[in-house]
């Protein structure tokens, strides 16, 4: 597998401006996932990018999204990704739920919000990364995640 890349972000919370800013990085990356709470500021990235461009719905995104979906998985070369917002695996309390269940769904990433603090967790080969938040009242970040055949670097970026 060649080298792919993902730029991982959630909680933009009607920030579409900075969402929007990341247009070029779209542009250059294989994907760009958004983990819910402003699942609507992707839909013209969406529409610009549809075969790159996943979409959760987060607990604040009402009836949710019409692009979106509220968890599922993504395959990238060996990797298999679990994306969700976070809130239905109490993730503001633990991460043992949701690592339950990116195993249980043979993934090796998860991937959640909901918290707004950005963190990357490795444990007997689950790689679980929340991006932070992109929200306007927020030290804004999100994550930029690499993928090899046998390897998963996740950074978290400052914007």
């Given at each position: 597998m060649k080298m792919?890349?993902?730029i991982v972000i959630s909680d933009s919370h009607g920030n579409k401006a900075d969402v929007d800013k990341l247009?070029?990085?779209?542009?250059?990356?294989?994907y760009i996932i958004h983990l819910g709470d402003g699942a609507n500021d992707m839909v013209d990235l969406y529409r610009e990018f549809p075969d790159k461009v996943y979409v959760c719905n987060g607990n604040c995104d009402g009836w949710g999204s019409r692009i979106a979906g509220d968890e599922w998985e993504i395959e990238?070369?060996?990797?298999?990704i679990f994306c969700c917002h976070g809130h239905k695996y109490?993730?503001?309390s633990t991460l043992e739920e949701l690592k339950r269940e990116a195993r249980a769904r043979g993934c090796d990433i998860a991937l959640y919000g909901h918290t707004h603090e950005k963190r990357i967790d490795e444990e007997e080969?689950?790689?679980?990364?929340?991006?932070g938040t992109m929200s306007k009242y927020a030290y804004k970040s999100y994550c930029y995640l690499v993928l090899t055949d046998?390897?998963?670097?996740?950074?978290?970026?400052?914007?």
């Open positions: 792919q890349t993902v247009r070029s990085l779209v542009a250059e990356n294989d990238v070369g060996n990797h298999k109490r993730v503001k080969g689950l790689f679980v990364v929340n991006p046998q390897k998963v670097v996740a950074t978290l970026v400052d914007c």
